[in-house]
């Protein structure tokens, strides 16, 4: 492209800085690990995100591909949405491990206590609670929940805190705490 490095680093600062792009950091429990860790970066409008696609709604229920990646951006806004009036304040990271295990989000409150969020676009089967589990195993007791959202309808109970539910379970937990 023929730009200094030094300004292709400013671009994602000042993407975020007008609140067009929302960079997710990496949970670890060693603080330091989280500084070197590479965020994971969401467009804070999940329309806009659509559109640069050229993607409609037809295609999107189509094409696995595009809606995974799609709703996860648009859990990412709602949870951001969600944390800033909530009493609990949790801070949003994602959670990677080095033999690929992720979770999507991880809510970490002032306590240290988690819940970890998976999204999925279509249905659900208990190796998707792997990511869920290892994170479960990193965290102890410090480990609240486990939450699978995903497109279908049912309530699926996979283990004591770890539970698949249908994505405007979003909306409805996040109305009873307040």
């Known amino acids: 492209m023929g730009l200094p490095q030094t300004t292709l680093k400013r671009y994602p ?4 800085s007008i609140f067009l792009v929302h960079r997710l ?6 603080l330091g690990k989280r500084l070197v860790k590479s965020p ?8 806009l995100a659509a559109g640069l696609l050229a993607v409609d709604g037809p295609r999107l229920e189509a094409d696995g591909v595009l809606s ?5 951006n648009f859990v990412m806004t709602e949870l951001s949405m969600q944390a800033i009036w909530s009493e609990t304040r949790p801070r949003l990271h994602h959670f990677r491990t080095e033999s690929g295990r992720e979770v999507d989000f991880v809510l970490e ?3 240290g206590r988690c819940v970890g969020i998976e999204v999925k676009a279509g249905s659900v089967g208990a190796g998707d609670m792997k990511g869920l589990s290892e994170l ?3 965290l102890g007791t410090r480990f609240l929940r ?5 497109t279908g309808r049912a309530t699926v109970p996979f283990a004591r805190n770890l539970h698949a539910l249908p994505i405007n379970a979003l ?7 307040v």
């Open 146 to 150: 486990g939450v699978i959202l995903h």
């Open 109 to 111: 409150d002032s306590r």
């Open 136 to 138: 479960s195993e990193v």
């Open 13 to 16: 600062a000042l993407l975020e």
């Open 25 to 30: 950091p990496p949970w670890s429990g060693n």
């Open 171 to 177: 909306w409805e937990l996040g109305a009873s705490r």
């Open 68 to 72: 995974g990646p799609l709703l996860e």
């Open 40 to 47: 994971k970066v969401f467009l804070n409008e999940t329309g």
